[in-house]
């Protein structure tokens, strides 16, 4: 009945090119993603569904329909995505994440206004729904494991003073702390200020009871090991001392440069109620950087699944 088919890895770099392009060819590539071998009725989660076509050239109809006969309801592959709510063709939606999910310095939303020739406003609305697109489904359920390095930075540059709990505030500087697994996953959030109980509560949300917790010298992490089966290793940065065997920070710092060099290269600053969005989309490339880039950019389109309705509340932020 339906002859869509999963896309192996070297289907999806071949097919990329013209789905930027060709709105059918965008439109299928979204559908072999989103479904693979099963395609499902959005509405009520049939496999009973067909393509509408046209009755006078006997091609897709116009508008890539697809009817359901278990509960008779037509609905598009946009249905349930970021991109529902959205007019734009979906080969811009398609340029914009595969730019996004492939682009190591992040993607300005000029560039995508340029190739797509739509307006900066719709190339910043595609921007936010597909870093959103990014986010993690539940970070709750994926905490990280196994030696856990923590760091926190500032975002548009470093305060003269370290060590005061308070430094930061009241200026542009936003912090960030970062949780990274050695080889592994990282997760990073825009915190209010980076004090002990702050800190210390990130640290608690993020990673795992059992793992290894390793952090540099700073006052504001102090007695977080109790709280960790394979303690807490530190690093004395104050003393100019940045590793002592297997005990650094030095991915979680490396974390925090290739962010920087993204958001000051492309989007120049980050104001501080927008930064998340940002650290998800660079969350993403960091996790997803063992992917090619046309898996990469699938995984993200399958992302976009599930988002619609949560997007409201996290995008006001
Ligand atoms: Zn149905």
């Known amino acids: 009945m339906n002859e869509q088919h999963q896309l192996s890895k070297s289907e999806v770099i071949e097919a990329i090119p013209l789905a930027c392009s060709d709105e059918l060819a965008a439109v299928e590539f979204f ?9 499902i009725c959005v509405h009520c989660g049939s496999a009973e569904v067909y393509k509408m076509l046209d009755p006078k050239t006997g091609q897709r109809n116009k508008r890539y329909l697809w009817r359901c ?34 682009s190591k310095k992040g993607v300005a939303a000029l560039e995508i206004q340029r190739h797509c020739q739509i307006s900066y406003k719709s190339a910043l609305f595609l921007m936010n729904r597909i870093r959103f697109a990014m986010a993690p489904d539940n970070p709750a359920a994926e905490k990280l494991t196994g030696t856990v390095e923590c760091d926190e930075t500032y975002v548009g540059g470093k305060p003269r003073i370290r060590g005061n709990a308070t430094r930061g505030r009241g200026t542009k500087k936003t912090p960030v702390f970062a949780a990274v697994e050695r080889h592994g996953r990282i997760r990073r959030q825009v915190i209010a200020d980076v004090s002990g109980r702050t800190l210390k509560g990130a640290i608690r949300e993020m990673v795992d009871k059992q793992a290894r917790i390793m952090t540099d010298d700073f006052v504001s992490y102090n007695g977080i090991g109790n709280e960790f089966t394979g303690g807490h290793h530190t690093v004395a940065h104050s003393t100019n001392e940045y590793v002592r065997g297997d005990i650094h920070t030095n991915t979680a710092e490396s974390s925090f440069a290739i962010l920087k060099r993204g958001i000051m290269g492309i989007y120049h600053n980050v104001s501080k109620e927008y930064l998340h969005r940002y650290l998800w989309q660079f969350d993403f490339l960091w996790n997803a950087r063992k992917m090619n880039d046309g898996e990469r950019t699938a995984v993200a389109i399958k992302l976009a699944e599930g988002k619609r309705l949560m997007y409201k509340q996290p995008l006001a932020a």
């Not at 006969?69 to 595969?98: D, N």
């Open 31 to 39: 559908e072999a993603v989103r479904w693979t071998d099963n395609p």
């Open 69 to 102: 006969r278990a509960c008779g309801k037509q609905y598009t592959v946009r249905i349930g995505m970021v991109c529902e709510e959205s007019r734009l063709p979906l080969r811009h939606w398609c340029y914009a994440f595969w730019r996004a999910s492939t």
